[in-house]
């Protein structure tokens, strides 16, 4: 009965078993067979030409995705609340080798257009000052809200303008897709981003992320960080195999759907205790620390965000019924 | 039928099988209950209390190793022929921020303390050259020469004398103990080892190495370097749980038997065609072109090394009937 | 009469001359004889042993003393408006390797125990967050105010509880203690700093700034850090001529007291204009656009600092004689 | 009566007149109008477009040059004997970020197509190994030979088939260009350098080298870099009005054959005696130690540079009469 963290889960099955399939002989690295398929399926789902890495987390799909956008002389526009910013340990900062991130206001860990806008226009001309090379934005954000197209796009406008990349940190990608109901190309190169991390591991899948160009031309210069960076791992395919294991048949749109379907559950049990509206697999909640406690003593694990606000994480393998008891919990608060 | 990488082979069984096991829900990175039991486990296994880190790959292994061993204005002497210097894409340079490889002779790519010397004595003292910081040996080595627990001693003598840290490649590490049949910790600690990069994936496993700190303290820094590399997974049960399962009845022991007996079994084949001594899994040979296309011919698969020489690399999971075609058709040359 | 920047002003002749005084042979880089009397002479003035590095810029010297308290993976707390965050293109970026500026509030660009210690108390332990190694204050701070030695032992005992280093980014040091009246040594050392970047430059000097070493240890590795850098100049002896020229009879403090008399001058003026108290030699004035374009057309020369504020800078060689024009201009708008 | 180093001979008299003269109010940087010119000054001097940097020292000059042309995954090839290699402590692996130094044999410390394109040919394509990004020379090389122009373009047609960048080390230019009796230009863009440390201070000079860039837009991100790295002065014109002044009726060409022609009178008095033809204002000798100590004891100071072999270096600022003792002294050995 947690709500701790989708990290938790375990991995889907399907997963597990595209391990044993490709537990044969193969070339090693990204030479094999599944991980020359990555450029092909994605491309698919993405209805676009793309270049897809495999890599073994999130951090370093997010790290090297600014390492291909920004120099280190330059600067990262992202949410003051941003992943990167706050819970990476300076992983921007190593792979860039000493770029800044410039933080930006929004509601609900989103930027807008306007906040963008009144970071970049603080930044002066010229070499005393770091300049702006790239944005990046969290989809679904760290609050669990998403970005829409529109929304996506409204940025990306403002980066064209200032030849600013365009980064999507896609931790929850798949939970944003699943509530946006658009194809994964819509809220993404269709509304004018770059690269984007999609992630799978908090979807389901075990070691496994995909760091996926639109820019398809930044990618060869990744292939050597990536090496360098010690994450081309000697048995690629056993990454690859993951990757295709939840593509096939939409399965981490699937299991991003249980996911928010969970979340929506406690939603509407949450009620106006509601910080952020609920739109992936992320609930915020307005609670006392009695009410708190009340709720771990009923076996409920989950995060102490701030003050009288706790966060509850809902995973791809948790059904209506083990997702009930934690509403109605929450309802009889 | 191939002889070309054990980074080719398949993941032997009980890896997969501990990955199932622990496929259930726990805390993520390496809060788990697993991730919890390597101290204890390597400690254990090198009868003397060690801080052990999965890590994703031997690269990473080695970069982080050599971080923690050498500033960023320092250098660490290394084989000519060494992996950190040949083919790592600069991961100790990006690790420790630009410390140099500085480059020693030796036959079979082995160190010896007086080719240490020899780079060592090089070096004036002063701001105005790189001093050296530390040592790095591979065991066994890219020729697949071992060191023994003497010959580790005598150069961390030099080492010691020297003020220098010193680090094990140990990619083949358990084909060296394997060869060698001492304790874990004779060629290591005991013989003054500070750090080792424990290799799992080329003996069976899947994607998790063991970074081991005989130098308890030098973990502390590294656990942020591994987060900040973006190299600490979400789900970091599945690495440790990998490398639980080689350690469990001796398994990376019994792998790395089976893979140097195949060697052993082309070695004699062979005979004074041999480059080097045979002494983990890897096999050089004197070859003609001709010959070489000859044994290709006939479905074996390798690396072509230098003009007239060939590597031969036997796998954990080669069995004697495996190997002897390959034997029988390299007699018959 | 410009007040526009005190890198504007001319170099003060006493430095020329030492310049010509040296003008003979000698050893190059920092061995020379007058470099080597740079920790005495620097020992002498603070009381207490020192390590001193002559450095060409008061950007490198900050970058220096930061990558001496701070590791790649660690970060630095200082004010929002600090120079080390505004206005060096990343230099503290550089040298640490990544490290991160942790930016606090306070007034008039000065910390306050209160306002480190809230972003301190926001960074959660562990590997996931990059936690701090130390503390930057700017003495006189970016809008001219000076902090007490009391107010400068204040944050170093936050700092010490904490384990932090302590940096002062002492550009306009001089103009501080010529300001407090007190010794060199109470609002630096005596109060709990651990390096002081001592700025030479701004006061008349022509390329030579001081890094002072309290923590003497701490210079070691920084003398590689300053080599590898490419500062460590081939003719040493014309960068440590100009800091003992500064020192002779207190050239130093005298040019800091006719650079903080000038301000004075201009502040009295200024009456409730003020932005901030004039404490060293910089003015920030509140002034319509429309009072600003009169005073240019009279031919005064500063910076526009913020919508309605504009930054006068007073400078070592401008007498009472040379400032008075604008003052007058100022009261009469 | 020493002969040690050409950093330890004093700064010529123009040089310290033309700071006297730009000792008045000017801007800050490099906006002042000293540095404005330098664009100008070296463009007339090369007969081509190019870009000038002012920097405080030859070795940030050669490491922004690399960084310039090399990415942190990339190489540069450079000889054996390298000053970049051997005595910048690091200096290009901090500026390029860990990027390797690729390196390769020549007689006298010069590189030859043949010597580069062994170096290039033992890498193997693909992500594994560092790949060659550019080619550094110096000239007058670390032994005091003189690469000619066809010399130069035979290396740049091999950086030019593999798409590598050429740098030019040039810490004595003054003294390669003095000896050839060429243009400039020459030996620089018309026989394929694209970017050229333009030493000033071993030949006459105080603090400042030019960096040259043939390809100009390489200059755009370098401003970044050097400011980045704390080398952009803050009062420039000091540096600036160095490099004019040594253009100043190519006073820097006069500086240097004179102290050419100080070595061609050690060399004739050391005939037989000469490990390397002396081309500009390096002489390298066989000598006993006896005879070393012998010279010593006359009063001759110099660097042993290896068992049996001293290295004698002339200055701007000698003339045949301050040389002829040592000549005579080294013919009576």
Not at 9 to 28: G, M, S, Y
Not at 50 to 73: E, K, Y
Not at 96 to 105: D, I, R, V
Request: with cysteine; proline share 5%.
């Amino acid at each position: 009965m947690r709500f701790f963290s989708d990290n938790a889960a375990p991995v889907c099955p399907q997963v597990l078993e595209a391990l044993a399939r490709v537990n044969v002989l193969d070339t090693a690295y990204d030479g094999d067979r599944w991980s020359q398929q990555l450029d092909g399926a994605f491309s698919d789902l993405f209805e676009t030409p793309v270049r897809t890495l495999w890599v073994p987390s999130g951090t370093s799909a997010n790290a090297l995705a600014l390492a291909a956008l920004c120099p280190p002389h330059g600067s990262v526009v992202c949410h003051r609340d941003a992943h990167i910013q706050n819970d990476e340990c300076g992983a921007p900062e190593f792979y860039t080798h000493g770029a800044k991130l410039a933080l930006a206001e929004g509601v609900g860990a989103k930027l807008t257009p306007d906040s963008v806008i009144a970071v970049l226009d603080r930044v002066q001309q010229g070499v005393h000052w770091v300049q702006p090379h790239a944005i990046s934005i969290t989809n679904a954000t760290e609050y669990g809200l998403v970005y829409t197209p529109g929304e996506v796009a409204a940025i990306s406008e403002v980066a064209k303008a200032r030849a600013l990349g365009l980064h999507m940190d896609g931790a929850r990608f798949a939970n944003a897709v699943a509530h946006l109901g658009c194809a994964p190309g819509d809220v993404t190169w269709r509304a004018g981003v770059d690269v984007l991390s999609f992630g799978f591991v908090k979807n389901g899948g075990m070691s496994a992320e995909a760091l996926i160009f639109f820019q398809t031309e930044l990618a060869d210069a990744t292939l050597y960080r990536r090496k360098r960076a010690g994450l081309l791992l000697s048995k690629g395919r056993y990454l690859a195999a993951q990757l295709l294991a939840m593509l096939e048949d939409d399965l981490w749109l699937a299991n991003a759907r249980a996911a928010n379907a969970g979340a929506q559950l406690l939603a509407q049990a949450a009620a106006d205790r509601l910080v952020h509206p609920v739109e992936a697999n992320e609930v915020f909640l307005k609670v006392t620390p009695d009410e708190a406690a009340s709720l771990r003593r009923l076996g409920f694990d989950f995060h102490d965000w701030a003050p009288g606000e706790v966060r509850l994480v809902t995973s791809w393998d948790q059904s209506e019924a083990a997702i009930r008891p934690l509403a109605d919990a929450i309802a009889a608060l």
